[in-house]
């Protein structure tokens, strides 16, 4: 066989392999929002004025800041599934800006007197907590369908795997949440998702090793 027809014959079936994991990714995301989402409807619940909410920019953009994420953390979800090392550090440029650009716009449209509340919120360490509550059911989720692949690197597979997590938690949890700002969101959003991230790389360093 030419090595032009193996070449294509070996991404022809890369591209088949990859079909049903970034099914089955999207499969294991949904069940896990529906999960969390159920478990937040019986427990905090959802805001009484979600809908007028939906009508004001702040909430939309929390809404777009955390559907992005998910976006981006599950690219990089479907490429550390394979036998090779992935370079982490474009997704953390990509959220960094993405989050640093949320705030440069409530600053630009904020008094410099509102900054500090809008930062504070009201209830930051609900926030903290429900993240992580709501991030367990995806964590487990993913973990479970990355068991079928082969990270190169368990820990940083694990990481990812939070992260998604935390994404599919928070954006759950936005819908409760009473705090719009972009302000509040990349600070205590991300302070509840970071230990959902550390934990993820602690059970992939144990549970997806080859």
């Known amino acids: 066989m030419r090595t032009e027809a193996l070449i294509a014959v070996l991404a022809t079936d890369n591209r088949r392999v990859q079909r049903p994991f970034g099914q089955a990714m999207v499969s294991a995301v949904v069940c896990g929002a529906i999960a969390s989402a159920i478990l937040l409807y019986v427990s905090i619940g959802v805001r009484p004025d979600i809908m007028e909410a939906l009508g004001t920019w702040r909430?939309?953009?929390?809404?777009?800041?955390?559907?992005?994420?998910?976006?981006?953390?599950?690219?990089?979800?479907?490429?550390?599934?394979?036998p090779f090392a992935i370079d982490a550090r474009p997704l953390c440029i990509a959220l960094a800006t993405l989050f640093a650009s949320a705030v440069a716009v409530e600053i630009a449209v904020t008094p410099r007197a509102e900054w500090s509340a809008r930062w504070l919120g009201t209830n930051a360490l609900l926030c903290i907590t429900a993240i992580q509550a709501l991030s367990a059911v995806?964590?487990?989720?993913?973990?479970?369908?990355?068991?079928?692949?082969?990270?190169?690197?368990?820990?940083?597979?694990?990481?990812?795997?939070?992260?998604?997590?935390?994404a599919v938690g928070a954006t759950v949890y936005a819908t409760h949440c009473f705090d719009d700002s972009p302000l509040f969101v990349v600070t205590w959003y991300t302070a509840g998702a970071l230990p959902v991230v550390a934990l993820g790389a602690l059970l992939g360093h144990r549970v997806l090793r080859w």
Do not use: D, H
């Open 59 to 82: 909430f939309v953009l929390k809404l777009v800041l955390l559907v992005a994420t998910i976006a981006l953390v599950a690219r990089a979800f479907q490429a550390v599934g394979g």
């Open 138 to 166: 995806p964590l487990a989720t993913l973990l479970v369908l990355m068991r079928s692949a082969a990270p190169a690197s368990p820990s940083q597979a694990g990481a990812i795997i939070g992260a998604l997590a935390a």
